[in-house]
């Protein structure tokens, strides 16, 4: 069981007879019994927040028994109950295999988009090396894409659906997926288990967050797909080939809809005429995987571009051509360019090395020294830096990692007060996220599992304390930090360690006995931020 501000906020775990455990989440609270012990411990160890595996002879559970009360405690965005079972290898299993009789579903997925990603060197969809979404309307059961889509090579289909439930406004997500070719079926997705220690994997099996991806990218090592091999369930459609996809969403208790599309085999077009084929005004460089994509203008002095790797010169050619544009495309599994000539500019890309999947590397340069752990990625990981004056940028915030980086970043420019100077995430709506760090002379270390830009902030100013309710039955307060953010607090009443409980949605703490006595004396209430600002507040009762 465990009692926390943010995560799973109160929560409890049962062991069952079989080997198998169910989880409750987020609850508002714990049964008395239950609640009382916990409360024991917490004050044992004098601690606000406490996880603790209880022998089940101390506290044993019977079937029927009344745990907790469903609530909104930790990181949860509105009341609602947690619930998990976990099989005995501690992997969470699709709970409606138990066919609760409250539970009744005669209500289908509803399928929002589907996308086409090329993959390959010379994979393309309507012509281009970019994915696409398309939007399928619903025709007598069964959704449709009316247009075909081009497409040159090898391609993946990923899908945007939803699962609804009878009764009920929720959204749910469908376990199984499966993708025909021509009447075949060729791939398919069961999403029944999860092992946690592999969760962060299904960053590999989505695009933004919403598509679920319909074949398997490298290393990607989810136990969750049929074939399970590389690339399974991508797609090779020839020139002048027709092939005819479906997809299928199904959830538990076997509702489905079917999703039909066509794609159309071409060669892979070169010039592209008065096509629009690119949106950026100038020069950019895009990153998918190892393939760096270069977007620039047109040129009266040619397009061959000329590369250097490792001092060595090469020549490429653009992929396609517009009468506005021109993109090429780097494979950087053949090197990592220090500069590109486009005929009308130099670039010079951000790529600084690769991290193969599954390997330790220490990166360094002038600017930075990076440590990646041999289980740090989620695939192979080109590292890319740029730092201009107090700002740091590692990749992009829709690149994940496995389990933190650590880096050293050498001589920042920053505050002079490096006692309340740490590293904070900037987030793409201009507010910043503590991160932390730790000086070494004139450098800082901190550690991160996103990528994305940081900078150096320095928060000087303490939490604020407002009291609420100070009396012989309760202490009650609002704590806001304007920062860096709340790191912990402690309450002493005529010198005892009194437990606060922290709501941090709602900016509340407010006390909790271990016996019925009134509070009497002195009241003290120390609340620090993640800075290292502290706040006091004091009081007394009589």
């Not at 989810?222 to 997809?247: C, F, H, M």
């Not at 107090?390 to 992009?396: A, E, G, H, Q, V």
């Not at 829709?398 to 007060?417: A, M, N």
Request: proline residues 6%; aromatic residues 10%.
């Amino acid at each position: 069981m465990k009692i926390s501000t943010y995560g799973y906020g109160n929560v409890l775990y049962l062991r069952h007879t079989d080997g198998q455990s169910s989880v409750y989440a987020h609850l508002r609270n714990f049964s008395p019994k239950i609640m009382e012990f916990m409360r024991k411990e917490m004050y044992f160890a004098k601690k606000n927040e406490l996880e603790i595996f209880p022998d089940p002879d101390f506290l044993p559970i019977k079937r029927g028994e009344i745990i907790g009360n469903g609530g909104n405690t930790g990181s949860s965005g509105g009341p609602h109950l947690h619930f998990e079972i976990r099989d005995t290898l501690d992997r969470a299993i699709d709970p409606f295999i138990y066919r609760f009789r409250e539970v009744v579903d005669n209500t289908p997925p509803v399928i929002y988009k589907m996308a086409i990603r090329p993959i390959g060197m010379d994979s393309r969809v309507n012509g281009l090396y970019q994915r696409i979404e398309v939007t399928p309307v619903l025709e007598g059961g069964t959704y449709v894409v009316k247009e075909p889509v081009k497409v040159s090579g090898k391609v993946g289909i990923e899908i945007h659906s939803i699962d609804r439930m009878d009764g009920s406004t929720n959204i749910f997500g469908n376990p199984i997926y499966e993708l025909m070719e021509d009447g075949r079926p060729i791939f398919k997705a069961n999403l029944q288990h999860v092992d946690f220690n592999k969760g962060r994997f299904f960053f590999s099996h989505m695009t933004n967050n919403r598509f679920k991806r319909l074949y398997k990218v490298p290393n990607n090592i989810l136990e969750i797909y049929e074939p399970d091999s590389t690339w399974s369930g991508a797609i090779t459609v020839k020139p002048e080939q027709r092939k005819n996809i479906s997809v299928k969403a199904q959830d538990f208790f076997g509702n489905s809809r079917t999703v039909k599309m066509t794609l159309l085999g071409e060669e892979a077009p070169f010039f592209l005429g008065n096509r629009n084929i690119s949106n950026t005004k100038g020069t950019s460089i895009k990153f998918d995987g190892p393939l760096m994509i270069i977007e620039t203008g047109t040129s009266d002095i040619g397009t061959l571009a000329k590369v250097w790797v490792k001092s060595h010169e090469m020549e490429m050619a653009p992929m396609y051509v517009s009468n506005s544009h021109r993109i090429y495309k780097w494979d950087m599994r053949y090197g990592i360019p220090e500069q590109i000539d486009l005929c009308t500019e130099m670039v010079f890309p951000s790529v600084i090395a690769p991290i193969p999947f599954g390997e330790e590397r220490l990166i360094a340069n002038q600017q930075v020294e990076i440590t990646v752990p041999e289980e740090a990625t989620l695939d192979d990981l080109y590292l890319r830096i740029e730092n201009q004056s107090n700002r740091l940028k590692i990749n992009d915030t829709d690149e994940y990692l496995r389990s933190p980086i650590e880096i050293l970043w050498k001589e920042p420019l920053g505050s002079p007060d490096r006692d309340r100077t740490h590293v904070y995430a900037l987030n793409r709506n201009g507010s910043k996220s503590f991160v932390g760090g730790s000086w070494e002379l004139g450098n800082i270390r901190f550690k991160t599992r996103n990528f994305g830009t940081f900078v150096l902030d320095t928060d000087s100013n303490p939490p604020s304390i407002t009291p609420i309710r100070v009396t012989a039955d309760e202490l009650r307060f609002t704590i806001r930090d304007d920062k860096s953010g709340i790191k912990d607090f402690e309450a002493l009443v005529n010198g005892e360690w009194v437990l606060m409980r922290y709501e941090h949605k709602q900016n509340v703490i407010w006390s909790e006995k271990l016996t019925k006595q009134p509070f009497k004396g002195e009241v003290v209430l120390k609340v620090r931020d993640m800075a290292g600002n502290e706040a006091t507040f004091k009081s007394s009762i009589n």
